[in-house]
């Protein structure tokens, strides 16, 4: 019979949102639609975002009346824009139900690379408001109905369970999402398609990297490369169908999605266009192939002239590998085919030498990667060239570092706790430092003796920071190696930064104007100079700065856009956009005469020149962004050849209103609800329920209300109060449970005062009282004491979650059962880690296998009524469980809650082996991404206090087997797997789970 549900009310769960630091004081901007909310101090850092949020109040009535008009829709407000600047790099998303954007005051150093966007505050948010007006117009739900609708079920029948969960959410297809989004801002006249789109585009086409149907609608499987592709295939899909069908055509969609849900959305598709939409897809991919074929040939005519990519050995997708080795690579997989190439690295920048030609880095997706090697052995340069020996040291993504000139060092831009030990946690949201990083070349009998740190002990004693460098970025090193320039970002300003490599005699060169956007600052051969590209109303130029009085001079002047700025004794190197590529031109500093150095297909980025005169720059392609060497007696050096690019569009500006204090009730979001349907059978009962949730929050989530209800036989619910004005954070909960039928209830309250230390580190400290009557066991009414401390977000469910997590929980309690009162004191521990395992051969090899440990482990100091036992034992997803106030630790061959005991202790390892790593198959609603097999086994048992096993063994054992699958239903997550458990002591007697949608955890 299926028992009462009893609330799991011992510790809750911690609520690790992406909430801002308790006690961060706020204010707001109001405009007619739009209530503008920034931070203006508090939390770990100093900060205030006043002018972003001045900037968004100043554009933001005017982006939406635009884009309501050009979707169809009514203009509504109030919608709430959260500007923060707690991080550093770029934040946007949007919730579309409760009418929140949120945007970060720093764009980062990676935008234009990426999306080319120079023009942060307008572009960003005429993209959020393409998401929030445009789904908006196409939702058939509730705007309120943000959690969707869910019906769940579960059946047991002796060993065997099912779990079944089939949601229905807001409908935002991925593609169609961020293609809509792009080109929505573009017809209101944010957003273009420029180079850099067009340069990702061609070279996915021409390197079979052009998304299938099926996998450019979802965004749950994607890498940020194939996010970007997406991205950015959506934007030009998006624009090939206006092309054919109208300008309208997506707000035709929007119309006729609103209509009724769209179980398909190729089905919207259809409707709006009357034409297939896997054969529009399959046209587009056609012409857009065709486009790429042409210009290619078209520059191949005129003479391409690129690089080898820094690697000492190459795949059969390099040129010069002949035609054997082309037609082998080309009968391999798709996917096999894409691993390979994508295992070279696919976001390396700033490939660059010292000044001596001795040490060649670059960086690498948060990480600097250092060789000891000569130049002209540098991979890519000389054919017999072996990977040389690397360092890898700490690195903020996108955020530059410089070799110091006469010495065997590196200057890099780090995040501040570079130097926490291994297993300590990282503080939220560090902000960025310079370091100083000693590759520590010695002088030996033979000569110069390298040697580089092998250990992370070893390279931590060599770096140490440089003082009054916080939330420094693209840092270079003079020619005498005595200053470092730099650059600060502060709120729509960037200051222009020299110092000495010990941090002393700081002092601001220049501070750019509001609203400017710097970067990659070089300077000149004699170090009186530096040049920097800066952005500003969407077109950037080159200008020259005078170190010692600030003035500055233009160098370039013209439509289009150059990055990243390297000044050598020939001239000023730099990225350049052209027609429909980036390339390297260099610039003369005196005259702005333009040679160009390369004719590439996609992109050269951050280029660097080697004392030889060799050019190193990042080229960007499907694959991502490699590191590429091009020889010097090889640079094209033609006359450089500008182009015309459209004005970019003056957006009207309006005065924005003094800002107040932050009012949270006057800034509440709408609220997000869900209904919930439910059914649990099992032998001699069928327990229907019905109810959902409810979430109401204020837009700077100082507090939030979280409800969840179901009433039926088995009535139960939950509900928790949240406050986050004033450090600690504070959480009232009240949970309870009862069942007519059975005469029993439970019901429990408490009071959690919560300090984050970290964005995983957090201490929740408080007290609680919990009541049950009726049941399997004695009325008992107790109180707790609890303290907590929890790191890390544990598995998440996706294939191969790599991370670590701990909880480490403390009790007192005393407790009243059937007029005995006992008070008791526990401890607890929970321990797991997922770790990558790599093996060398065999035919899942290329695949990430994982295995993933894990130890619940719980101590009582006296015997302690049975409502307050420690339990374990069955594992059935989606299950809402009876008999116990205590969560149980998973053993499923062994019946839910077989284990109790005053003492518990569970120790479980699985190894998962990817069987299909990149599914991307779709059957109408459903989208197949992905499937593993999981084997692995549990050992543990259960004590009384005085450590007697109650199950009479001296240890209890399981082995299990799972076939799991990751998909999609609906646009919702619908994860599920089959599992076979085998407890050891009854072989006889196997436990099976079958979920569908509900996942295993």
């Given amino acids: 019979m299926i028992g ?37 101090h508090g939390g770990r850092h100093p900060h205030d975002a006043r002018g972003t949020a001045e900037e968004v109040a100043a554009v933001a009535d005017t982006l939406l009346l635009r884009m309501s008009a050009h979707v169809g829709a009514v203009p509504r407000g109030p919608i709430h824009v959260v500007v923060t600047d707690e991080a550093e790099g770029m934040t946007a998303w949007t919730m579309t139900g ?35 007006v445009g789904h908006r117009r196409a939702s058939a739900l509730a705007i309120s109905g943000s959690y969707g609708f869910e019906a769940d079920a579960t059946a047991e029948v002796g060993g065997a369970g099912l779990s079944l969960a089939i949601p229905v959410g807001p409908d935002e297809p991925y593609g169609w999402s961020e293609g809509a989004a792009e080109a929505w801002s573009e017809g209101i006249g944010v957003n273009r398609w420029d180079a850099r789109r067009e340069a990702r585009l061609r070279t996915a086409a021409l390197e079979g990297r052009l998304l299938e149907w099926d996998e450019w609608l979802v965004s749950l499987d994607k890498d940020t490369g194939d996010a970007e592709r997406a991205y950015q295939q959506g934007y030009a899909f998006a624009r090939w169908l206006e092309r054919r069908f109208g300008e309208d055509v997506f707000a035709r969609m929007a119309a006729l999605s609103a209509e009724r849900y769209p179980l398909d959305w190729g089905a919207v598709l259809r409707r709006a266009t009357g034409e297939e939409p896997r054969s529009l897809w399959a046209a587009w991919r056609a012409e857009v192939t065709a486009e790429a074929v042409t210009w290619e040939a078209r520059a191949r005519a005129r003479g391409l002239t690129e690089g080898r990519e820094v690697e000492s050995w190459l ?42 030609g001795r040490w060649y880095a670059e960086e690498k997706v948060g990480w600097l990667r250092v060789a000891r090697v000569d130049e002209e052995d540098l991979p890519g340069l000389s054919a017999d060239a072996v990977t040389p020996p690397s360092a890898w040291i700490p690195a903020a993504r996108a955020s530059g570092y410089a070799f110091v000139p006469g010495r065997d060092a590196v200057v890099v831009a780090a995040p501040e706790d570079a130097l926490r030990a291994r297993l300590a946690p990282r503080p939220a949201d560090p902000w960025t430092l310079l370091w100083v990083v000693d590759l520590d070349t010695r002088v030996g009998v033979g000569g ?31 020619p005498d190696g005595l200053c470092v320039v730099y650059l600060v970002h502060r709120d729509r300003q960037t200051d222009l930064v020299v110092s000495g490599l010990d941090g002393t005699e700081r002092r601001v060169v220049r501070t750019f104007e509001e609203g400017e956007w710097v970067q990659g600052p070089s300077f000149s051969p004699d170090g009186a100079s530096v040049v920097v590209s800066v952005f500003g109303r969407g077109r950037g130029d080159l200008w020259v700065v005078d170190l010692g009085t600030g003035a500055w001079r233009r160098l370039t002047d013209d439509a289009r856009d150059e990055l990243d700025p390297v000044w050598t004794e020939a001239g000023v190197w730099t990225a350049v956009e052209g027609d429909g590529a980036w390339d390297v031109v260099r610039f003369d500093p005196a005259t702005g005469e333009g040679t160009r150095a390369t004719r590439v297909v996609g992109s050269a980025d951050t280029p660097w020149v080697t004392p030889s005169g060799h050019l190193l720059y990042a080229e960007g392609g499907a694959h991502g962004k490699k590191a590429t060497v091009l020889r010097a007696g090889d640079l094209l050096l033609a006359p450089d050849e500008p182009i015309e690019l459209p004005a970019p569009v003056d957006l009207p500006r309006t005065t924005p209103a003094e800002p107040h204090r932050y009012r949270p009730l006057a800034s509440l979001l709408v609220p997000a609800v869900g209904p919930l349907a439910r059914v649990d059978v099992s032998p001699g009962a069928v327990v229907p329920a019905a109810g959902g949730w409810l979430r109401a929050s204020d837009a700077a989530e100082l507090f939030e209300l979280s409800t969840f209800g179901l009433l039926g036989s088995t009535s139960l619910g939950d509900a928790i109060l949240a406050w986050r004005g004033l450090p600690p954070e504070l959480e009232l909960e009240v949970a309870g449970a009862w069942s007519p039928s059975l005469a029993a209830s439970v019901g429990s309250a408490s ?9 995983q580190v957090r201490l929740e400290l408080g007290p609680e009282r919990v009541a049950s009557r009726g049941g399997l066991w004695p009325d008992t009414t107790g109180l707790r004491v609890v303290g907590a401390v929890r790191a890390g977000d544990g598995p998440d469910g996706d294939p191969g979650y790599l991370g670590r997590w701990a909880d480490l929980v403390g009790t007192v309690g005393t407790s009243d059962s059937e007029g005995t009162v006992t008070t008791w004191g526990r401890g607890e521990i929970e321990l797991g880690a997922g770790l990558p395992i790599d093996l060398s051969s065999g035919p899942l090899s290329e695949q990430a296998h994982t295995l993933t440990l894990e130890v619940v482990a719980g101590v009582t100091s006296t015997d302690v009524p049975s409502a307050e036992e420690l339990v374990a034992g069955g594992d059935l997803p989606n299950a809402l469980r009876a008999l116990s106030l205590e969560s149980s630790a998973p053993m499923p061959g062994y019946a839910p809650f077989a284990l109790r005991g005053e003492q518990r202790v569970v120790a479980s390892a699985r190894y998962e082996v990817p069987l299909v790593s990149r599914w991307r198959t779709q059957a109408g609603p459903l989208y197949l991404r992905a499937v593993s097999l999981v084997v692995g086994g549990d050992a543990g048992n259960a004590w009384d206090a005085g450590w ?23 646009d919702a997550r619908w994860d ?20 569908l949608g509900a996942g295993f955890r």
């Fill in 4 to 40: 009462l549900l009893w609330c799991l009310a011992a510790v809750a769960e911690p609520r690790r949102g992406d909430h801002h630091d308790a006690g961060t004081r706020w204010h707001t901007i109001e405009t007619r639609f739009f209530r503008v909310h920034y931070a203006s």
């Fill in 751 to 759: 009071l959690t005062a919560g300090f984050r230390w970290t964005d």
């Fill in 315 to 356: 795949g059969g997708w390099d040129p010069a590998g002949g035609l054997s080795a082309r037609d082998a690579w080309l009968s391999r997989s798709r996917r096999d085919r894409e691993e390979a190439r994508e295992a070279t690295g696919s976001f390396d920048l700033w490939p660059s030498t010292s000044a001596d």
């Fill in 448 to 478: 110069r003796v390298t040697v580089l740190p092998d250990t992370r002990e070893d390279l931590l004693r060599r770096m140490w920071p440089i003082e009054g460098t916080e939330r420094a970025r693209d840092p270079d090193v003079s």
């Fill in 976 to 995: 599920g797997g089959l599992r076979v458990a085998v407890p050891f002591d009854e072989p006889e007697s196997p436990r099976l789970a079958l979920s």
């Fill in 948 to 970: 007697s096993a109650t199950t009479g063994a001296l240890v209890l054992a399981d082995a299990t087997a799972e076939l799991r699958w990751w998909t999609m239903l609906l």
């Fill in 98 to 132: 409760w009418g929140l954007i949120v945007l970060s005051a720093d764009p980062g150093g990676e935008v234009a690379r990426l999306r080319g966007r120079l023009d942060w505050v307008p572009d960003a948010l005429a993209h959020e408001l393409g998401h929030l």
